[in-house]
T-cell receptor, first 111, second 117 residues
């Protein structure tokens, strides 16, 4: 079965710091990859997705992610975080028809 | 469009009671699914459906039943609630990843917070 691992459970950064959140998956075939964000008290919203083509994908709010097939990774990055980026971030993989999520990484940005 | 609508938003049950969480979508999505969200465990897939009349189990199906009689609706039933089912439940839908115009993006409902005493 496919699985998704997120390495960091809780990340604390100061505003303007750079962000990288790790995501690895276990499925060896063709995958579609996603990052979702959940702001406090809200439901999940799509940040960005990768289906094919350029492995560096750009999403909303200045986020980007790089798909590295050889490493089964899809890390999320942002050059300079803001206080409003405080949220929980979920990596997800769609490989066998259903969507599986990682455990999530809670990001706290200190003003 | 309303998108994905879940009801109720909050529910408190006693152990052994039954209830149904309702989910409806108005985007004509073929795929619908139910997740539960628990601290430190992310979202875990309970059941999913790739179309009317078709359902399948996800990662944590025990204690839950689903049916898909129409494209729009995908109710989740708890036949005998247990404290371990205390969680936040999310319904989500999407188009398949193949075909023209399909993004594969999951659209989520607002969530239903269930407490089982």
């Amino acid at each position: 079965a496919q699985s998704v691992s997120q390495h960091n459970h809780h990340v604390i950064l100061s505003e303007a710091a750079s962000l990288e959140l790790g995501c690895n998956y276990s499925y060896g075939g063709t995958v579609n990859l996603f990052w979702y964000v959940q702001y406090p008290g809200q439901h999940l919203q799509l940040l960005l997705k990768y289906f094919s083509g350029d492995p560096l994908v750009k999403g909303i709010k200045g986020f980007e992610a790089e798909f590295i097939k050889s490493k089964f990774s899809f890390n999320l990055r942002k050059p300079s975080v803001q206080w409003s980026d405080t949220a929980e971030y979920f990596c997800a993989v769609n490989a066998l028809g259903d969507m599986r999520f990682g455990a999530g990484t809670r990001l706290t940005v200190k003003p | 469009n309303a998108g994905v609508t879940q009801t109720p938003k909050f529910q408190v049950l006693k152990t052994g009671q039954s209830m149904t969480l309702q989910c409806a979508q108005d985007m004509n999505h073929e795929y619908m699914s139910w997740y539960r969200q628990d601290p430190g465990m992310g979202l875990r897939l309970i059941h999913y459906s790739v179309g009317a009349g078709i359902t399948d189990q996800g990662e944590v199906p025990n204690g839950y039943n689903v049916s898909r009689s129409t494209t729009e609706d995908f109710p989740l039933r708890l036949l005998s609630a247990a404290p371990s089912q205390t969680s936040v439940y999310f319904c989500a839908s999407k188009n398949p990843t193949s075909g023209r115009g399909n993004t594969g993006e999951l659209f989520f409902g607002e969530g239903s917070r269930l407490t089982v005493l």
